[in-house]
């Protein structure tokens, strides 16, 4: 998984492509890190297309306020061709759960 900065990432989030899937987080967030190693194991159950990306909040001021992001950990999640608006989950209970979500959200 891939740490991006905000400029790329903004602009990933706004062409089609492949499902985008990204999790959001702060360094110092212990809930946070369990998110995160959930969403790794979750990423090896789904399809190669799928990008996973992750992000510092902390550096992001803009993409927080764009998206109203108001929790870490946080996933946010758009379909290949980015329609609507990105769906986003700030709980993340189990792989199981991450899992149902990015098949219902981006693999439409």
């Known amino acids: 998984m891939n740490e991006m900065e905000q400029k790329e ?3 990933l989030i ?3 492509g492949a499902p985008l899937v990204v999790f959001g987080y702060t360094p ?3 809930t946070c890190k369990v998110a995160l190693r959930m969403l790794e194991i979750a990423g090896t159950m789904l399809p190669s297309e799928v990008t996973l990306v992750k992000a510092n ?3 992001m001021p803009q993409l927080v306020s764009q998206y109203k992001l108001s929790s870490v950990p946080v996933l946010m999640a758009a379909p290949a ?3 609507g608006v990105m769906n986003i989950l700030y709980r993340m209970g189990s792989v199981q759960h991450v899992l149902d979500y990015i098949r219902r959200v981006a693999l439409l």
Request: net charge negative; glycine share 14%.
């Open 9 to 11: 990432l903004l602009e």
């Open 28 to 30: 110092i967030c212990g």
């Open 14 to 16: 706004g062409q089609a």
């Open 57 to 59: 909040l902390n550096l």
């Open 81 to 83: 061709d980015r329609s």
